[in-house]
C-alpha cells in the first residue's frame, strides 16, 4: 500500500517513552503478532487460475489441470477449500495459497468459515502467493467474501477483497441501489467470536456495505491494511449480541477512506456518497459497546460520510484503553476522532474539513459537521486518565478538542498541542475555540499553542502566528516553515525538531 501519508511526522525513535499504564504492553516499535509467523505443519493446499474442481484435482499441488482425475493440481477457486455446504476441504493448521488472478466468490454461497487453527503456534492461513495479490470478488449478493465467524487463530494476508458492482447497499437513491441482477457482495470479511488473528497487506474497497464487519474479537492485529470506498462503513463493529472485544486490538499503518460511498469499478473513483440522514451510516471505524486494548498507528483516516475513528462506545472499564499514535485524519463529516475513557493522543494531525461534502453526491446539510464537528471528542466515564499530547488540529466544528460527560476524578492533560481555528460552520459568524463541552473532568492545559481561536485556556499562547506550510482546511499541511514558534515546541513533531523540554 502506498506509504503514509505524514512520513515526515512521524515520531522520533528515541522519543520519551508514552506515558506507561495508557499504552498497551508489546514490542515498541515492532508487530505484536498474535499468532506465530512462521509454519509449524499442516498441509499445503494451492488455487490457481488454470486449476480444477474438485472432481478434477486434490489442491496438493502448485499446477494446472491436466486432465485427469482427482490429480496432483490446484484448485481453481478458494471456494472449493472452503464450500458452502459440506465440510471444509482444508483443516485447522493448513496453509491455502492463492495464485494471481481473479476469482469470483458466492455464486453458490458465501464460503463457510475458515476453520480454527490447533493453536496460536500452528494457525491456518490464507494467503495470496507473494507478489501476486489475488483479487477475490464478492458476487451473488453473498453476505460476506471470507467469513471468520468462530474462527481463531489465523493468518490472512496478501489479497484485494472487492466485489463486481458498482452499487450500494439499499441505497436511498434507485440509481445507486443493489438489485439482484447486479454482482455484489455485503461485506468483505465477517468475523465473530475470533481471537489471536492476524491480518495483513490487504485491500477491502468496493464493497456495497462494509469493508469490515466484526465483533466479538480478542487479540486482533492488522498491518497495512486499506478500507476504502465501502458503502455503508469501512469497519462495522455492530455484530448484534456479544460484539464487545477484549486483549490487544491493534492497526498498524492502515488506511480508512471514502466509507459511505460506492466506487467506480472502472476508475476507482467514490460516488453515490450518503450519510445518516439519508440513511446511510459513514464511520471509518465505529463499534458498538466494546472493551479491550485498541492501539492504532500510522493511520490515515480520511473522507469518510461521518466520523473517522469512532471509539465513543468503549465500556469506560479501568482496563480498557485507547492508543492512537501518528494518526492523520481529515474531511471526516463528523468528528475526526471520538474516543471514550483512557486514552492516549499523541503526534497526530487532525484536520477537520467536516463541511468537505457540501452539495457533494447524496449528502444532505445536516450530515455535515455532526456532533458540532470538533475535532477531536473526548467523552470520560469517571476515573479515566486522558493524555493528548503534541497533536497538530484545525478544524471548523465548535472547538478543536470537545469534552463531555464523566466527573471530578477524570483527569485530562492537554500538553504542548497547536489548535488553529476557523469559523464554525454551524455558527459562520463565530470562530471555533480550542475546548469546551459538558464535562466535569478535571482538565490541564500546559505549554499549547493556539490561533484564530474564540477561546486560549490555561497558559495557551494564542497571539503568535503558528507559522505552517498551509494553514488553509482545504490543503491543510502541518510541516512549520522556518521560524515558526510551533517547530520543535509543539504539535505534531519530527525526529529533527523534537522537544527540547
Known sequence: MAAFALASLTACADEAEPVPELCPSGRRDASDIPIATTSAGGTTYYVRTDGGDAAQCNGRADAAYSGAANADCAWNNPAIALPASGPARIAGGDTLLIGA?????????????????????????????SGATPTLVGVAGTHRVLNLDASSNLEVGHLEITDGSDCVYRH?????????????????????ASHNVWLHDLDIHGLAARGINAGGLRDWTLERVKLNRNGSAGWDGNIGEGGSNAGRIVLRKVEIAWNGCGERMASGAPWACWAQRGGGYGDGLGTTDTGGQWLIEDAYVHHNTSDGLDLRYMDGADATRVTLRRIHAMANAGNQVKVKGNALIENSVLVGHCSYFKHKFFMTEQDLCRADGSTLQLV????????????????????????????????????????????????????????????????????????????????TICDRNPRLTNMSLSAFDAVPLAGSPARGQVGAVTCAQAPTH
Open 101 to 129: 488472478g481473479s476469482y469470483r466468490i458466492g455464486d453458490g454461497g458465501p464460503m463457510q468459515p475458515i476453520p480454527s487453527g490447533p493453536s496460536r503456534a500452528q494457525p491456518t492461513r490464507v494467503l495470496g502467493r
Open 172 to 192: 436511498s437513491a434507485p440509481a445507486a441501489a443493489c438489485t439482484d441482477a447486479m454482482p455484489w457482495a455485503r461485506v468483505g470479511l465477517y468475523a465473530r
Open 380 to 459: 470520560t466515564t469517571g476515573h479515566d486518565t486522558v493524555v493528548v499530547r503534541h497533536n497538530t488540529l484545525i478544524g471548523e466544528g465548535a472547538v478543536q478538542i470537545g469534552r463531555s460527560e464523566g466527573n471530578p476524578t477524570d483527569r485530562i492533560a492537554i500538553t504542548n498541542n497547536l489548535a488553529i481555528g476557523a469559523p464554525y460552520y454551524l455558527q459562520p459568524d463565530q470562530l471555533s475555540g480550542f475546548s469546551g463541552g459538558r464535562s466535569w473532568s478535571i482538565t490541564r492545559y500546559t505549554g499549547n499553542l493556539g490561533w484564530h481561536l474564540r477561546d486560549c485556556p490555561g497558559d
